[in-house]
């Protein structure tokens, strides 16, 4: 099974839900890349969809077809932009509560394409944390 470029998860290699103190089940996980498509414009373009594992784990976004790359060699790109989106309203109405933040998206700045990138994300219903990770 190939590894992604990047992977979500956040403290012990999960994410986590703070306000329980456990990892985040099924929350949806969207990654996009960033396209400009004029000098006042950027839009991000959907590359992969998964879903947190019962550990809280997304290991799984890796491209199955990216447009403009084969999804054997898809590999991030240096100086690009790209999105993590995490659809957390679907993870607190699962658990019976509500949230204020629907979603959360981290952007961030690929330096090295060579590096892993850890996208680590602790949550709860009011607040939410994120951290480059290793």
């Known amino acids: 099974m190939k590894k992604s470029p990047v992977t979500c998860h956040g403290l012990t290699s999960t994410v986590l839900d703070s306000s329980l103190g456990k990892p985040a ?11 400009t498509v004029s000098p ?7 590359l992969a969809e998964g879903k947190t594992d019962a ?4 290991t799984q976004l890796y491209p199955e ?9 898809f590999k991030l ?5 790209y999105k993590v989106v995490f659809k957390t309203k679907g993870y607190f109405e699962g658990t019976g509560r509500k949230c204020f933040y629907p979603w959360v998206e981290i ?11 850890h996208i680590p994300l602790l949550i709860s219903p009011y607040s939410y944390t994120t951290y480059r990770g290793s």
């Open 77 to 81: 790109k240096a100086g690009t932009l």
């Open 55 to 58: 550990d809280g784990r997304c």
């Open 65 to 73: 077809s990216a447009p403009g790359h084969e999804a054997d060699e």
């Open 107 to 117: 952007t961030f700045e690929v330096s090295d394409p060579a590096e892993h990138y």
């Open 25 to 35: 089940s099924g929350v949806v996980v969207r990654l996009q890349e960033c396209e």
């Open 40 to 46: 006042n414009m950027d839009i991000f373009q959907p």
